[in-house]
Every structure is written in structure tokens, then in C-alpha cells.
């Protein structure tokens, strides 16, 4: 995704289908303008991106707005896009966004400030049903290989909340302190036991945390040491194949975690 703040009223993905050696800019389909209404920090960006593991050819991007943003699907590998007529309750989202590799028709919505919480969607994004009022500001979510789904954001702090049967239930899986929020939450593809949450201030202040549980949310270790101080993750994945966890940060760079 990609949101050029000195840009007024782009909104665009940015494409490579050679495996990063060259990039496309695509807009077709997007607003031509930032939506204004229910936005995280004024105008809406489009950042929140998932693709469907059982068929890459649809990918799914959210654009926090009311006023044009929402839910995005493209057929056909993110070249074009089609805003879907079905949207969650809230459209204020940041990256909260996944599709269920159980099931490639339930799309997970997390929304932040009134009206927020998860929405899912178990038919493609024709509709969705509010099944998560527990934390109002829902900041990242991903779900394992076995459908359970975790939930990271601010409730009172930094919170991570789990379900492990679509949603119908919740419980609260760590509560990592007050002052801070869950920025975001991975789940390893080929371990769905092992899950890393990452707290920020939104600010450059120290301390912010990574944690890596291995046994499906119950405990966690801190991970920090080696890193500098920052904001954060602003995201991470796991590659199985290295074995490895991988993080951005806030105003930083890329580093990784090798298991």
C-alpha cells in the first residue's frame, strides 16, 4: 500500500509482478479523492491489504473514510479494483484486515473509535455482521492456519484478544501494560502456536516492545533485546522457511528475528 502524505487526494497500491525488480503505480478503481468522514488521523489512506490464500488472483484493501473509503476487492491481482457492495458497520480502519485461509469467504474487519471493534463478513464481502465490541480501537488482527484469530489494539492498553470459533466467542489472550496499544499482531503460517504482538506509543518514546508467544497466546517472552529504541512495529510476518520473524518500524527500518 502506499499513502503519499504530500500528495493531495492520490490514493494507489503500488504493484510488481517480477518479484520487486520493477513497481507500477495502480489508482484504477481507487477514490480520487481522501475521504474525511470516520478517518484515523484526518484523511483516509489506503492501507490495510490482504490476499486470499487460496486464491491470489483476489486481494482485498481497506481505505478508513465513510465518505468513500471501505472495503476494496480486486479479481485480478491488484491491476484494478471495485469497492464491494457489502461493508462493515465501521470504516475507521488502520491494518486490521485478513482473510481466513480456512475458509477464503471470511473476511475479518477490525474498526477503530465508535462502532469499533471486528466485523466479518462470511460470504466475500456482501455483508458483515458486528461480532466484537470488546476494544473499540482494533489496530491489526491475523489469523492462524487453524482459523483462530487475534485481535491486537487499546482497550485501557495494549490488548490482544483471541477467538477460536469465528468469531462467535472472545477472551482476552495478553494485556501488555497502559500507555501503550498492540500496533500489530502476526501469526506464524506454519506454527499456528507461535504469535508475535509488537506495543506502541505512536510517538518515538522507549519503551516499545516486541513479544513472541509459542504456545497460541497463553504466555509471552520479550523479543526486544538487539533492537534500538523506537515507536514499534508498524508490521510483521513470518517467513517458515528461515525460520524467521521480520518487523518494520515507525520511522526505522527492516529487521529480523531468527527462532
Request: aromatic fraction near 10%; include cysteine; hydrophobic fraction near 35%.
Amino acid at each position: 500500500t502506499s499513502s503519499p502524505w504530500n500528495q493531495a487526494n492520490i490514493n494507489q497500491v503500488i504493484l510488481s509482478q517480477d518479484g520487486g525488480k520493477n513497481f507500477e503505480l495502480i489508482r484504477n478503481g481507487l477514490p480520487s479523492y481522501r475521504p474525511k468522514k470516520n478517518t484515523m488521523w484526518g484523511e483516509g489512506y489506503p492501507r490495510a491489504l490482504a490476499v486470499d490464500p487460496s486464491n491470489p488472483n483476489n486481494v482485498y484493501l481497506g481505505i478508513d473514510g465513510d465518505d468513500g473509503g471501505g472495503l476494496f476487492i480486486s479479481r485480478d491481482r491488484g491491476k484494478t479494483w471495485q469497492r464491494s457492495k457489502g461493508q462493515p458497520g465501521s470504516l475507521q480502519i488502520y491494518n486490521a484486515l485478513a482473510i481466513d485461509p480456512t475458509n477464503s469467504k471470511r473476511i475479518v474487519w477490525g474498526a477503530c473509535g465508535k462502532n469499533g471493534g471486528v466485523y466479518i463478513s462470511s460470504n466475500g464481502g456482501e455483508s458483515f455482521d458486528y461480532v466484537f465490541k470488546g476494544m473499540l480501537w482494533v489496530f491489526d488482527l491475523a489469523i492462524s492456519a487453524d482459523g483462530t484469530i487475534y485481535v491486537a489494539g487499546d482497550s485501557g492498553g495494549a490488548k490482544l484478544f483471541v477467538s477460536k470459533d469465528q468469531g462467535h466467542s472472545w477472551k482476552m489472550a495478553g494485556d501488555f501494560g497502559q500507555g501503550r496499544a498492540l500496533s500489530s499482531v502476526a501469526v506464524d503460517p506454519a506454527n499456528p502456536q507461535r504469535v508475535a504482538v509488537a506495543t506502541t506509543s505512536w510517538t518515538n518514546a522507549a519503551p516499545n516492545k516486541i513479544f513472541v508467544s509459542q504456545d497460541g497466546g497463553m504466555q509471552f517472552t520479550d523479543v526486544t533485546e538487539g533492537l534500538p529504541d523506537g515507536a514499534g512495529a508498524s508490521n510483521m510476518t513470518f517467513d517458515p522457511k528461515s525460520n524467521s520473524l521480520y518487523i518494520t518500524r515507525y520511522a526505522g527500518s527492516v529487521y529480523r528475528l531468527k527462532f
